[in-house]
């Protein structure tokens, strides 16, 4: 499974993403999540504790005589992998760009720059054909314009109910779909009922694939800075994630959109 988490700000993103990475690892899967956010979210919503100030990527670049950035001798996918991740919890590995900080994001160019290389060459690592992949792109089109997940084969598009939302997600998936060769899901996040699951079907003009419920335990979690599958286990959002997971896992291979929308206690 291999999928990048996109929408407008605040959908959810970050807690799909999250969530998802660390149900795909419980179920034995070697899981590499990624998150090229500038700003803070994914490490939370796994639970990997704060976000490095000198993210680890930052070793695999330096400036060359003209100036550009690029990779450092000897480094490669596999070894960046190994190395330029982090450990999450349930054996998640994670894979940051850096957070912009003080200073904005001088800091961490090395490693925006050699980000940007990596992603680029996991599709085709062989190391890495029985890995999950879950990237968590930051709100917006635009890491999706620029191609920010070229591995990934499954956008979802998180939305809420709410037409600024529905708009985004809207523009976000006719550009993911641009691609070619993406399947592109929409998630409903935060609903009420099938009513609101409506709703945002109306929004969009399309079908959701699958709906997750509002829950107070998860924003609660936020809070607290915990992720939720460890605050709330058993919230009906987690459990929702979960149904999600399966339905995915379900298709692959099949590149058929499901029927019906689920996961929402009526
Ligand atoms: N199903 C839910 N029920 C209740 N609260 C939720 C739910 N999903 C997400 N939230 C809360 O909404 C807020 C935004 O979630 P999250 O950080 O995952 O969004 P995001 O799309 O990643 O945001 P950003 O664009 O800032 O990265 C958080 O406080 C989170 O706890
Ligand atoms: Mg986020």
């Known amino acids: 499974m291999r999928i ?45 504790g704060p976000d490095p100030v000198d993210p680890p990527l930052n070793q695999a670049a330096e400036k060359g005589e003209n100036g550009r950035w690029r990779l450092r001798q000897g480094v490669n996918v596999v070894g960046a992998v190994k190395r330029y991740t982090t450990e999450a919890p349930d054996g998640v590995r994670l894979m940051q760009i850096g957070k912009s900080g003080k200073e904005g994001i001088q800091p961490i160019m090395g490693s925006i720059n050699a980000y940007y290389k990596m992603v680029h060459r996991l599709r085709d690592a062989k190391t890495f054909r029985d890995w999950e992949m879950v990237a968590d792109l930051p709100a917006g089109p635009r890491q999706v314009a620029f191609d920010y997940a070229p591995f990934a084969e499954t956008y979802l598009v998180v939305v809420q109910p709410g037409s600024q939302s529905a708009l985004t997600a809207r523009r976000v998936a006719k550009i993911a779909r641009m691609r070619g060769g993406t399947e592109v899901r929409f998630v409903a996040n935060r609903v009420k009922g099938k009513r609101d699951t409506a709703h945002v079907e109306r929004l969009i003009g399309e079908q959701v694939f699958w709906s997750l419920p509002a829950d107070e335990g998860v924003a609660e979690a936020e809070r607290l800075g915990i992720a939720p599958i460890d605050h709330v286990p058993d919230s009906p959002t987690i459990a929702g994630i979960g149904e ?6 379900s298709l692959e291979g099949q590149g058929q959109p499901m029927k019906s929308s689920n996961g929402v206690s009526s």
């Open 4 to 48: 990048a988490v996109v929408g407008k700000g605040g959908a959810g993103k970050s807690v799909i993403a999250g969530t998802t990475a660390r149900l795909l690892a419980r179920d034995g899967k070697r899981v590499l999540a990624l998150d090229s956010d500038l700003l803070p979210g994914l490490s939370i919503s796994l639970g990997s």
């Open 244 to 249: 999600l997971v399966a339905a995915l896992a």
